[in-house]
């Protein structure tokens, strides 16, 4: 079992910049998957960003390539998502969560497959 916290979320301006931070306690960080979600009010909680144990592949959603960055450090045991040119349909609270069963990339976008989760960030963005 791994414990998630996130930080860094925020109010911004459309085309504005914030970068979040998931911070991890637990001995398995480095040998888990980690990804990010996103849920806005009355919608479903939807993939973003997905990032593999070493950090030697990456994959996002479709409304975030060219504007999101996945990354990690797991010497910090700390996950982040750089998030450029942001827009209000961006408006969400932000989640990261672990992949304990490492998850085929047909499922891994399915939030209801994940087992671990963070208390989520508020991301808001005003045009």
């Known amino acids: 079992q791994v414990q998630l916290e996130e930080s860094g979320g925020g109010l911004v301006q459309a085309g504005g910049s914030l970068m979040l931070s998931c911070a991890a306690s637990g001995r398995a960080f480095n040998v888990y998957h980690l990804a990010w979600f996103r849920q806005a009010p009355g919608k479903e909680r939807k993939f973003v960003a997905r990032i593999t144990s070493n950090s030697a592949n990456t994959n996002y959603a479709d409304p975030v390539k060219g504007r999101f960055t996945i990354s990690r450090d797991n010497a910090k045991n700390t996950l982040y998502l750089q998030m450029n040119d942001l827009k209000p349909e961006d408006t969400a609270v932000y989640y990261c969560?672990?992949?304990?069963?490492?998850?085929?990339?047909?499922?891994?976008?399915?939030?209801?497959?994940?087992?671990?989760w963070g208390q989520g960030t508020q991301v808001t963005v005003s045009s």
């Open positions: 969560t672990a992949d304990a069963k490492n998850l085929p990339t047909a499922l891994a976008t399915q939030p209801r497959f994940y087992d671990f």
